[in-house]
C-alpha cells in the first residue's frame, strides 16, 4: 500500500463508506417497508415497485447479498485505515488499537447508525430506487449467494425454522385492519374513516341493538273497524307495516302500503280480508343475531325487513335494512314526527342533554362521546331501571361511567325523559 498515493486512499474509503452504508440504508428501507403501499403501486404500473416486491419475495437472496457486501466492504475499510495509520505513525500496538477503535466508530457512525435511521425513516423513497440496483447485484452474485444460503438453510433446519411463502404471509387481521384505518391521518377523510371503522364494527353489534322496540313499531291492527284501516294507513310514514289480528305477537304478515293505497281507491266496501290478501309472509330473526349476517341474510332472501322475536316467539322490535345501512353511513334525514333530530343530540353550552328514555345507549355513546356499559341493557331507561333495582321517582340522580344522570319524568312505570351532565375530564 506504501506505493499507493495517499488521497487514493482516502478516497477509497469515502468510496467503501459510501457503499456500505448505501447496503445499510437499502437493507432498513426495504425491511420497514409498506408492503401493502408497495402492492398498491405495482398495481398502478410502477416498474420500481415490481422490482422491488420481487426483492421482498426474495429476501433470504437480498439479505445475503447485502450482508457479504457489507461484511467485505468494513473489513477492507479495517484494512485500508489500518494501512494508512501504520504509514502515517509506525506500526506498534498503540497505533493498531487507535487506528482499530476509530474504524469501528467510524463505521457505526457513518455507515451503520446514520444511514439506517434515514432508511427507516424514508423507506418508501430510498427502496424503491435502491431496488433497481440491487436487483441485478443479486442476479451476478448468484453463485455466491448459493453457497452462503446452502449453510444458512442447514442451520436454519437444524433449528426448525420455517422460511419461504408460508413465513412471509403477512394477511391482516380485522384488528390490525381497524388499526391501519384509525392510523390513516388526512390520507383518508374523516366521513370514510367513520364508514370503514362502523363496517369492522358490524360483527360485534346485533340487531337488537339497532332495532325499534316493540313499543315504537308502527303496526296495522286487522281487528279495528275498516275506517280506522284506512285512516293509518293514509297517515303512516313507512312503505310497509306490519300487520297482527288482535295482539301483536300474531303476526298475520307484512303489507305493502302502496298496494293499500291502490286497493283504497279500486274497492267499495272494503274488509280486513282485502287487505290480508295484499300481505307477504313475515320474516322472524332471534335478537342475537349480528349485523353483518343479517345483511347477508336481508340479501340472500331479497327482505328489507326482520322481525326480532325471543326464545318464547314474542316480538321484540323490528329491523330494517335502513337500520343497518345507517350503521355503517350514519344516520339519514328523518320526516317521521317525534323523530329527534341529529343536531339537537348534544351536548348544551351548559353541559347538560336531554333525552327521553327509550334513546339508545349505542346513539348516547356515539353523539355524546360517552362510555355506559352496553352488554346488558339497550336503552337508558333499561340501563337506569337495572341499575336501581326499582321503579325511581322523579330527580333521582345517580352516577354511571363518570356520567351523572339525572331521572326528570317517570310516567307509567316507564323513566320517560332524563338529563345527562357532562362529564369533566
Not at 219 to 229: G, H, Q
Not at 243 to 260: C, F, S, T
Given at each position: 500500500?506504501?506505493?499507493?498515493p495517499l488521497w487514493v486512499q482516502l478516497l477509497s474509503l469515502v468510496v467503501l463508506t459510501c457503499i456500505s452504508a448505501f447496503f445499510s440504508?437499502?437493507?432498513?428501507?426495504?425491511?420497514?417497508?409498506?408492503?401493502?403501499?408497495?402492492?398498491?403501486?405495482?398495481?398502478?404500473?410502477?416498474?420500481?415497485?415490481?422490482?422491488?416486491?420481487?426483492?421482498?419475495?426474495?429476501?433470504?437472496?437480498?439479505?445475503?447479498?447485502?450482508?457479504?457486501?457489507?461484511?467485505?466492504?468494513?473489513?477492507?475499510?479495517?484494512?485500508?485505515?489500518?494501512?494508512?495509520?501504520?504509514?502515517?505513525?509506525?506500526?506498534?500496538?498503540?497505533?493498531?488499537?487507535?487506528?482499530?477503535?476509530?474504524?469501528?466508530?467510524?463505521?457505526?457512525?457513518?455507515?451503520?447508525?446514520?444511514?439506517?435511521?434515514?432508511?427507516?425513516?424514508?423507506?418508501?423513497?430510498?427502496?424503491?430506487?435502491?431496488?433497481?440496483?440491487?436487483?441485478?447485484?443479486?442476479?451476478?452474485?448468484?453463485?455466491?449467494?448459493?453457497?452462503?444460503?446452502?449453510?444458512?438453510?442447514?442451520?436454519?433446519?437444524?433449528?426448525?425454522?420455517?422460511?419461504?411463502?408460508?413465513?412471509?404471509?403477512?394477511?391482516?387481521?380485522?384488528?390490525?385492519?381497524?388499526?391501519?384505518?384509525?392510523?390513516?391521518?388526512?390520507?383518508?377523510?374523516?366521513?370514510?374513516?367513520?364508514?370503514?371503522?362502523?363496517?369492522?364494527?358490524?360483527?360485534?353489534?346485533?340487531?337488537?341493538?339497532?332495532?325499534?322496540?316493540?313499543?315504537?313499531?308502527?303496526?296495522?291492527?286487522?281487528?279495528?273497524?275498516?275506517?280506522?284501516?284506512?285512516?293509518?294507513?293514509?297517515t303512516c310514514y313507512h312503505n310497509k307495516l306490519l300487520v297482527y289480528d288482535g295482539e301483536i305477537n300474531q303476526i298475520a304478515g307484512i303489507?305493502?302500503?302502496?298496494?293499500?293505497?291502490?286497493?283504497?281507491?279500486?274497492?267499495?266496501?272494503?274488509?280486513?280480508?282485502?287487505?290480508?290478501?295484499?300481505?307477504?309472509?313475515?320474516?322472524?330473526?332471534?335478537?342475537?343475531?349480528?349485523?353483518?349476517?343479517?345483511?347477508?341474510?336481508?340479501?340472500?332472501?331479497?327482505?328489507?325487513?326482520?322481525?326480532?322475536?325471543?326464545?318464547?316467539?314474542?316480538?321484540?322490535?323490528?329491523?330494517?335494512?335502513?337500520?343497518?345501512?345507517?350503521?355503517?353511513?350514519?344516520?339519514?334525514?328523518?320526516?317521521?314526527?317525534?323523530?329527534?333530530?341529529?343536531?339537537?343530540?348534544?351536548?348544551?353550552?351548559?353541559?347538560?342533554?336531554?333525552?327521553?328514555?327509550?334513546?339508545?345507549?349505542?346513539?348516547?355513546?356515539?353523539?355524546?362521546?360517552?362510555?355506559?356499559?352496553?352488554?346488558?341493557?339497550?336503552?337508558?331507561?333499561?340501563?337506569?331501571?337495572?341499575?336501581?333495582?326499582?321503579?325511581?321517582?322523579?330527580?333521582?340522580?345517580?352516577?354511571?361511567?363518570?356520567?351523572?344522570?339525572?331521572?326528570?319524568?317517570?310516567?307509567?312505570?316507564?323513566?320517560?325523559?332524563?338529563?345527562?351532565?357532562?362529564?369533566?375530564?
Amino acid at each position: 500500500m506504501n506505493s499507493v498515493p495517499l488521497w487514493v486512499q482516502l478516497l477509497s474509503l469515502v468510496v467503501l463508506t459510501c457503499i456500505s452504508a448505501f447496503f445499510s440504508i437499502s437493507e432498513t428501507a426495504l425491511m420497514a417497508l409498506n408492503r401493502h403501499r408497495v402492492k398498491h403501486l405495482a398495481r398502478r404500473g410502477s416498474k420500481l415497485a415490481h422490482i422491488t416486491l420481487w426483492l421482498l419475495d426474495h429476501t433470504d437472496r437480498m439479505l445475503s447479498l447485502i450482508l457479504i457486501a457489507n461484511t467485505l466492504i468494513n473489513a477492507l475499510v479495517t484494512a485500508l485505515v489500518t494501512s494508512i495509520a501504520i504509514s502515517a505513525f509506525g506500526n506498534n500496538e498503540e497505533v493498531l488499537t487507535i487506528a482499530t477503535a476509530v474504524v469501528a466508530f467510524f463505521l457505526i457512525v457513518f455507515a451503520e447508525i446514520t444511514p439506517k435511521v434515514i432508511g427507516a425513516t424514508y423507506p418508501e423513497r430510498i427502496a424503491l430506487p435502491a431496488s433497481f440496483i440491487i436487483k441485478p447485484l443479486i442476479l451476478a452474485a448468484r453463485p455466491i449467494i448459493w453457497f452462503v444460503n446452502l449453510f444458512v438453510r442447514g442451520i436454519l433446519k437444524l433449528l426448525r425454522i420455517r422460511t419461504g411463502s408460508q413465513a412471509r404471509d403477512q394477511r391482516l387481521s380485522p384488528e390490525e385492519l381497524r388499526s391501519m384505518v384509525l392510523e390513516g391521518g388526512n390520507f383518508i377523510p374523516v366521513k370514510h374513516k367513520s364508514i370503514l371503522l362502523n363496517l369492522f364494527d358490524l360483527e360485534h353489534v346485533t340487531v337488537e341493538d339497532v332495532m325499534t322496540p316493540r313499543a315504537q313499531i308502527e303496526a296495522l291492527n286487522l281487528s279495528v273497524a275498516v275506517e280506522d284501516i284506512k285512516n293509518q294507513l293514509t297517515t303512516c310514514y313507512h312503505n310497509k307495516l306490519l300487520v297482527y289480528d288482535g295482539e301483536i305477537n300474531q303476526i298475520a304478515g307484512i303489507l305493502h302500503v302502496r298496494k293499500a293505497i291502490a286497493l283504497l281507491n279500486q274497492v267499495d266496501e272494503l274488509t280486513a280480508e282485502h287487505f290480508r290478501e295484499l300481505l307477504t309472509e313475515p320474516y322472524f330473526i332471534p335478537p342475537e343475531t349480528d349485523l353483518f349476517t343479517q345483511l347477508q341474510y336481508f340479501q340472500e332472501n331479497q327482505e328489507r325487513l326482520a322481525i326480532i322475536v325471543d326464545e318464547y316467539g314474542e316480538v321484540q322490535g323490528l329491523v330494517t335494512l335502513d337500520d343497518i345501512i345507517e350503521e355503517m353511513v350514519g344516520e339519514f334525514t328523518t320526516s317521521t314526527p317525534g323523530a329527534t333530530r341529529a343536531d339537537q343530540f348534544n351536548w348544551e353550552k351548559q353541559g347538560e342533554c336531554l333525552l327521553e328514555g327509550s334513546t339508545s345507549l349505542r346513539d348516547v355513546n356515539k353523539r355524546l362521546n360517552l362510555n355506559l356499559p352496553l352488554d346488558g341493557p339497550k336503552t337508558l331507561n333499561g340501563l337506569l331501571l337495572e341499575t336501581l333495582q326499582e321503579i325511581p321517582e322523579a330527580s333521582v340522580s345517580l352516577k354511571i361511567a363518570d356520567c351523572v344522570i339525572e331521572i326528570v319524568q317517570v310516567q307509567e312505570q316507564v323513566i320517560k325523559m332524563v338529563k345527562l351532565y357532562r362529564p369533566v375530564r
